[in-house]
């Protein structure tokens, strides 16, 4: 089948810190991965994606490599500011972006 | 960008009451709309996609008389929470997909916190 796994949360670090929030999908056919982010009260917004193996997506400082080997896509961040506390959903999508499974979400709590 | 308006945000209402929410796209077209739900700590779920025009598909599981969904424009959709249960409360998102096919994203309503008493 088709899944999403992220590491649980929350997960708590002083400002400019390194962040990493791993996933890992499995997959039935060759997906796309997403990182959306959840400011609370919010929806989901897009923060970055990849398409193919290999392929690096980055938005705002943050990256995330899509691994086929390891069927992984973890999110990376050299430095985090208090702005970037929100929830951080990893997602795959098959079928032209019609079909998403999401993770069950990390929340980053950035303390100054 | 592309804004996704759902509304309410949030509603709290007696057992057996049908629940209204919707979901606009307020400056593109979206010939399709999706419906997920996503209870405490976990992951979001599709529960059906919404084509503008036609009846909605719904992932397996999901009951279509209790959740009923109505693309009736290319701007609009709406889902109806028959005779809702304290079981539904939930927080519901909807996402379109901007009208053009391939590789046009999905852009995200800020979700509607559904609480039955």
């Known amino acids: 089948g088709n899944s999403v796994t992220q590491m649980e949360g929350p997960v708590t670090l002083s400002e400019e810190a390194f962040l990493t929030i791993n996933c890992t999908y499995t997959?039935?056919?060759?997906?796309?991965l997403f990182w959306y982010v959840q400011y609370p009260g919010e929806g989901l917004q897009l923060l970055l994606k990849?398409?193919?193996?290999?392929d690096k997506g980055s938005n705002k400082g943050f990256e995330a490599t899509y691994r086929k080997e390891t069927t992984s896509f973890h999110l990376e961040k050299g430095s985090v500011q208090v702005s970037d506390s929100a929830v951080y959903f990893c997602?795959?999508?098959?079928?032209?972006?019609?079909?998403?499974?999401f993770g069950s979400g990390t929340k980053l709590n950035v303390k100054p | 960008g592309a804004v996704v308006s759902q509304h309410p945000s949030r509603v709290i209402c007696k057992s057996g009451t049908s629940v209204k929410i919707e979901c606009r796209s307020l400056?593109?077209?979206?010939?399709?709309m999706f419906w997920y739900r996503q209870f405490p700590k976990q992951s979001l779920m599709l529960m059906a996609t919404?084509?503008?025009?036609?009846?909605?598909?719904?992932e397996q599981g999901v009951e279509k008389d209790k959740f009923l969904i109505n693309h009736a424009s290319l701007t609009l959709s709406t889902l109806t929470v028959t005779s809702a249960h304290p079981e539904d409360s939930s927080f519901y998102i909807c996402?379109?997909?901007?009208?053009?096919?391939?590789?046009?994203?999905?852009?995200f309503g800020d979700g509607t916190r559904l609480s039955i008493l």
């Open positions: 996402s379109a997909r901007e009208t053009g096919g391939g590789n046009q994203p999905q852009h």
């Open positions: 997959a039935t056919g060759y997906p796309s």
């Open positions: 990849a398409t193919k193996a290999d």
């Open positions: 997602a795959l999508s098959l079928y032209n972006f019609n079909k998403f499974y």
């Open positions: 400056d593109f077209q979206a010939t399709t």
């Open positions: 919404s084509n503008e025009g036609s009846k909605a598909t719904y």
